[in-house]
């Protein structure tokens, strides 16, 4: 690629590119997200290219195959997306390719078995604007995503891409830009949600010899992919917004440090970078201005404690990933002790676009107290899994059931996780929460990066809490005694509490330590850490009770208090829970009632898993 | 210059410099404020949260009431702190009864833990014997020394204070800076037949030419001639016998005064005068 | 354990600028080359980045990426994420610790395999997950983690 030194060269080449796009008959995109390469999508793509060369519908002849980033219904995947027509085709397989490559390709027909069968009106969706999945999303953040190579700078420039970083540095003076995130409202997307025109702002007035600019790519929430998803489906838009954020605070250096075990994001990032600068997007004097930024990438070594800003900060420097006191906040005394702005992926990605459509367009969107939109990954227990982009305000009610198709055959909403191991759980009847940074907190969760995780009444509160805890023992850095010591107690009391173990006043005694911990340690971490033993307690503490009192798992979940029996009446005999089963506990003849022999039972559940009739249960 | 601000502890007016930690302010006041993990030769670090206070403060639009950490917490015009209130000695005995029971066999934190009401830890005990609070000051020390042999290692529930690998610490001096500020007094360290060893390793002694005394390493020397520029004559002798030879020189120089010589003269022969 | 060859570490030390800021990178680049960062490294290490051996190892123990012993041939990581924990991850750790005999985070004496449990590999979408030298294969059910591991194919694998 050429070094860009005008706006005008920008508009140049992405007419240029825009004219070349036009004379492309059909574009088949394979989407390698996350969730489609762990379908084995990279084969399908091959197998797509090989047929269209082998079929003589390459490239030569004004075809394309591109390798996308996450399209987001992964639950469907792996996807083929072919335009134009929006053509959708889902769970792919290789053996796929020829047909589709000759019907759909190179004919103008459409391979009926591959289309999505929306199971409300048991009807095929030909392109997937018509699947509900999709048609109830408004997407920002994402919007580039999947329809884009992301190793290509080209197309990126080609879908709009650097034009708000132009409109930017040659239309507006940094303090304008500061202004108009400002009025926007945007809100840090990494889970904390303090207004980015805010920080932009405490940034530059605060006295340093150099500032920084960093993207944290580290969501270290184990349950959340958006972040990833963006890094690797879209490179160029976190890119574009890091310029502008560091030209409305006159930073010259900004690092993005993603997490080591997002190695396809390190990958992208990093090219990405390094074709920006190629094109002049990037280094001295961006698109001949006199404006200089430039980005290092930053790999994380693996702790989750670096998704805290001053751990995240000592980490790019270097150093082991302890947290600071934030009585001096970062943004006035960050990385090297220079004020410094950070943001999410999402929030960076979020600022090209407020940019170019502006603040009305943007406050159109969303709450007041939370405008715009918000990008979950939906997973758990729930049909539609995948990555979502939706308008902030929205019911938790319509993100699971509207979008995510609800749970599956025969099971029933137990509660939803948001916020990672900071957030909570929310039950039932908190279903209808506007889905916001205040409403979530309040309710006593937290909006968190953005990940959601729905459980079913196969989830045992108490041990999704003692998950957590134990997540969070592993994840403290241990430099304050309140986190390392306390949480280390909060686990051993939960772990009493799925044991049997667990004597009346635990409950009191966790809610004490938990009181501590959260006022008196040093970092978010620690301050956030009880919340998800706290949110359970508060919504499900008759299940506590059943464990304590009765010594009972009433989901089946903790072993030593749970023994699965087969109800008699339900079970049909039909012998799968006997195969199934690894230690042959089980007796039963064909069709006649199965029972389980509770000496040699492991209590693995693997019978109730495979039962289509719900005959195993947990016996009271 | 830095500016004064008004601060209020516990109900009364302190006129302070702006930006003074708010431990400093009550230590030199008078008001106690327990600490484990602070010492005046090092950076303040808050990582034993003993020092809690509340304090109330405005921030963007309401008034906050928050506990915070005495030793990083910076004066600022109208703060209003508590230094004992019942949220703040409740979260100081939760943490002194964490402590207690990850070092059970501790005197020290024994006794601070019983004057603030915890005479036994209501959590499950630490197997293991040594006493590390892990407050940190023996690595500061060590970095701030300039060895830098000791460091944390792992994290979270696991994370203890280490040499690499566990093993003795090539860049250690034996200078026991170490062991000397550790307030639980774990690290062991002993002294016999002109060696001393802690951390595993062994230091040769150099004797002193006076009295044949030993307290300083071969390390200790060479390093504080190899990076602050002394001469290696510095620590023929010992610091007493130094003592001892300069007021024999002093008491001499008088004695010839008084037999009619010159002047009084300062000491000499004896290198820098120390401290 | 025969010592490694270190002819490889100063290539990668030439690609890092001399400072502390290097350091994490560095050691990246070591577990990558090596699967583990070898002893014999930490004070050349330590000497380009401008820090003590106690610092490198301080950072090394820190950080989930680095091992300070060889990892085995084969690299099998379970995904202990939230939703792969609420879709039965458990249950696929407890398969594999019994078929290889092996703890998690811990390497066959032979060398040939470790397994690991990971916090999140952000496959939430396909839970449960399992990482198998840095593939990811979704949806893995617990009557086939097994033969995946031992590199045969899945009923349900695509194709």
Not at chain 2, 144 to 168: M, N, Q, W
Request: glycine fraction near 10%; include cysteine; charged fraction near 25%.
């Amino acid at each position: 690629m050429q070094r860009l030194t005008s706006p005008d060269a920008l508009e140049k080449l992405r007419a240029e590119l825009a004219g070349k796009r036009q004379a492309i008959k059909k574009t088949v995109f394979v989407c390698c997200g996350p969730g489609c390469l762990a379908n084995g999508s990279r084969k399908i793509a091959d197998a797509i290219g090989l047929q269209m060369e082998k079929q003589k519908v390459d490239a030569s002849v004004g075809y394309r195959r591109c390798t996308t980033g996450c399209h987001g219904f992964c639950e469907q995947g792996p996807l083929v997306i072919v335009q134009p027509g929006d053509i959708f085709y889902c769970k792919v397989k290789p053996s796929d390719a020829a047909t589709i490559v000759e019907r759909t390709v190179k004919g103008d027909e459409l391979v009926e078995r591959l289309l999505y069968l929306d199971p409300g009106t048991k009807q095929r969706c030909k392109a997937f604007t018509e699947i509900p999945f999709y048609a109830k999303q408004t997407r920002v953040a994402l919007a580039r995503i999947g329809t884009l190579d992301p190793t290509d700078l080209g197309n990126a420039i080609a879908s709009g891409g650097y034009a708000s970083l132009a409109k930017a540095l040659f239309t507006m003076k940094p303090d304008q830009v500061i202004d108009l995130v400002d009025r926007s409202g945007l809100r840090g997307k990494g889970g904390g949600g303090f207004l980015t025109g805010r920080k932009w702002r405490s940034c530059v007035k605060a006295p340093g010899d150099r500032r920084y600019v960093i993207c944290n790519g580290d969501e270290g929430d184990p349950g959340a992919f958006m972040d990833r998803a963006t890094m690797e489906g879209d490179p160029h838009c976190v890119i574009e917004g890091m310029i502008i954020g560091a030209y409305a605070v006159g930073s010259h250096e900004g690092y993005v440090y993603v997490r080591e075990e997002y190695p396809l994001a390190v990958e992208y990032m990093q090219l990405g970078v390094d074709e920006a600068r190629k094109a002049g997007l990037l280094g001295d004097n961006i698109l001949g201005s006199d404006f200089s930024f430039d980005i290092k990438i930053s790999r994380g070594g693996g702790a989750f404690v670096c998704g805290e800003s001053s751990a995240l900060m000592r980490s790019v420097e270097g150093k082991v990933g302890e947290p600071r006191a934030k009585y001096i906040h970062s943004v006035e005394r960050g990385l090297w002790d220079q004020p410094t702005v950070l943001n999410n992926v999402e929030t960076w990605a979020t600022v090209p676009v407020i940019v170019q459509k502006g603040v009305d367009w943007f406050r159109s969107m969303g709450t007041k107290g939370s405008p715009g939109t918000k990008a979950f990954s939906l997973s758990g227990q729930v049909r539609n899994t995948g990555l979502i982009e939706v308008p902030m305000g929205v019911t938790l009610r319509e993100v699971i059931f509207g979008i995510g198709g609800g749970l599956f055959k025969r099971r029933t909403f137990k509660a939803v996780q948001t916020g990672g191991p900071s957030g909570g759980c929310l039950p039932e009847d908190k279903l209808d929460l506007a889905v916001d940074f205040d409403e979530l907190t309040r309710a006593g969760s937290m909006m968190g990066s953005g990940g959601m995780i729905v459980m079913d009444d196969r989830a045992c509160m108490v041990d999704v809490a003692r998950y957590f805890t134990a997540f969070l023992v592993d994840e403290s850095c241990g430099k304050c005694v309140p986190c390392r010591e306390g949480t280390k107690q909060l686990l051993a009391l939960l772990t009493d509490i799925t044991h049997g173990n667990a004597t009346e006043d635990h409950l009191a005694r966790i809610e004490a330590l938990a009181a501590t911990i959260m006022q008196a340690s040093l970092c978010a971490l620690g301050k956030s850490a009880p919340n998800p033993v706290l949110s359970t307690l508060k919504q499900f503490r008759q299940e506590y009770l059943s464990h304590i009192e009765k010594k009972r798992c009433p989901a089946g979940v903790c072993k030593p208090l749970t023994r699965f029996v087969i109800d008699e009446e339900t079970c049909t005999g039909c012998g799968l829970c006997l195969k199934a089963c690894p230690v042959d506990a089980i007796r039963g003849e064909k069709k006649k009632p199965h029972t389980i022999e509770p000496s040699k039972c492991i209590t693995c559940a693997a019978c109730r898993e495979v039962c289509p009739v719900d005959a195993v249960e947990v016996a009271s | 210059m830095s500016t004064l601000v008004k601060i209020k502890i516990d109900e009364k007016e302190y006129e302070v410099p702006r930006g003074r930690y708010l431990l400093a302010i009550c230590q030199e006041n008078g008001i106690p404020i327990p600490t484990l993990c602070h010492h005046e030769s090092v950076e303040p670090w808050g990582g034993c949260r003993l020092c809690v206070v509340e304090f109330r403060k405005k921030r963007w639009d309401s008034w906050w009431t928050e506990l915070a950490t005495a030793c990083l917490y910076p004066a600022e015009d109208g703060l209003c702190v508590w230094t004992r209130s019942e949220k703040v000695m409740k979260a100081r005995r939760t943490i002194l009864d964490l402590l207690l029971a990850r070092c059970p066999g501790s005197e020290v934190i024994t006794k601070i833990a019983a004057e603030h009401g915890v005479y036994q830890t209501s959590f499950a005990k630490r197997e293991g014997e040594d006493n590390c609070i892990l407050c940190g000051l023996c690595t500061r020390v060590c970095d701030r020394v300039g060895a830098r042999a000791i460091a944390t290692a792992l994290r979270g529930a696991l994370k203890e204070v280490s040499t690499p690998f566990g093993e003795p610490p090539p860049d250690c001096l034996g200078c026991l800076s170490c062991a000397h500020v550790c307030p639980t007094h774990t690290i062991g360290h002993t002294e016999a037949d002109g060696k001393r060893t802690v951390w595993g390793r062994t230091f040769e002694l150099v004797r002193c030419s006076g009295c044949g005394a030993a307290s300083v390493t071969r390390e200790q020397v060479e390093y504080a001639v190899r990076t602050k520029n002394l001469s290696p004559e510095y620590f023929v002798k010992c610091d007493a016998c130094k003592r001892r030879e300069s007021a024999a020189t002093f008491a001499g120089l008088l004695f010839d005064e008084r037999k009619g010589g010159e002047g009084p003269v300062g000491p000499t022969g004896s290198g820098p005068s120390h401290e | 354990m025969k010592t490694p060859d270190l002819t490889k570490l100063d290539t990668i030390l030439e690609r890092h600028e001399a400072a502390e800021r290097s350091l994490i990178q560095v050691l990246q680049d070591v577990q990558k080359e090596y699967r583990y960062l070898p002893r014999e490294a930490f004070e050349k290490v330590g000497r380009h980045c401008g820090v003590s051996v106690a610092r490198v190892y301080s950072t090394a123990t820190f950080y989930k990426a680095f091992s300070l012993v060889p990892q085995g041939e084969k690299l099998v990581r379970v995904c202990a994420g939230t939703a792969c924990h609420v879709r039965g991850a458990g249950l696929l750790l407890d398969e594999l610790e019994r078929a290889l005999s092996l703890e998690p985070g811990k390497t066959s004496p032979d060398g040939k395999i470790t397994l690991k449990t990971v916090n999140c590999v952000g496959a939430c979408a396909m839970a449960p997950c399992v990482m198998i030298d840095g593939e990811a294969h979704g949806n893995v059910k617990p009557g086939e983690v097994v033969t995946l591991v031992k590199g045969g194919r899945r009923d349900a694998a695509a194709d």
